[in-house]
């Protein structure tokens, strides 16, 4: 039996938005391999938003990196071989965060890019915190 790589989840960016990305993951895992029988290998390390963001209005940039960093490590030391932050606004920060950890991270603005670019889409919408909307980290990309 082949060894699936297992996933690392930096949480709590919001909740729900952790809830939404685990349940998606599940169901697109198990569509792909045609069983409901069988789940991906998932740890989630969930921080506190409310921090980060104090961090953030603080413009403690550093320790947001460090902060968020220090999860994706704790996912490492969970076994994970690569991970995700769910969640816009700590990609605010995507390479301080990586250079703070030896696990892989997904940019979700890279992923986001590729997607608008394989749908051709030319217009596209962003909601988010002030932070992530008084940035332009999402706009360059595109």
Do not use: W
């Not at 790589?5 to 909740?15: D, H």
């Not at 938005?17 to 198990?30: E, V």
């Not at 104090?54 to 999860?71: E, F, P, S, T």
């Amino acid at each position: 039996m082949i060894q699936m790589q297992k996933l690392g989840i930096i949480g709590g960016i919001g909740p729900e938005a952790t809830m939404n990305y685990y349940s998606a993951i599940i169901k697109r895992y198990q569509e792909r391999i045609g069983t409901d029988k069988e789940l991906p290998r998932i740890t989630i390390e969930s921080i506190n938003m409310y921090h980060m963001f104090r961090l953030l209005d603080a413009q403690q940039y550093d320790k947001v990196a460090g902060y968020v960093g220090a999860a994706a490590n704790n996912l490492l030391k969970a076994g994970c071989d690569f991970g995700l932050m769910c969640g816009n606004t700590p990609h605010l920060l995507f390479d301080q965060i990586q250079a703070r950890t030896d696990l892989p991270l997904l940019s979700i603005v890279e992923t986001a890019v590729a997607a608008a670019q394989q749908l051709h889409l030319q217009r596209l919408a962003l909601l988010d915190t002030k932070f992530t909307m008084q940035s332009d980290f999402f706009i360059k990309p595109f």
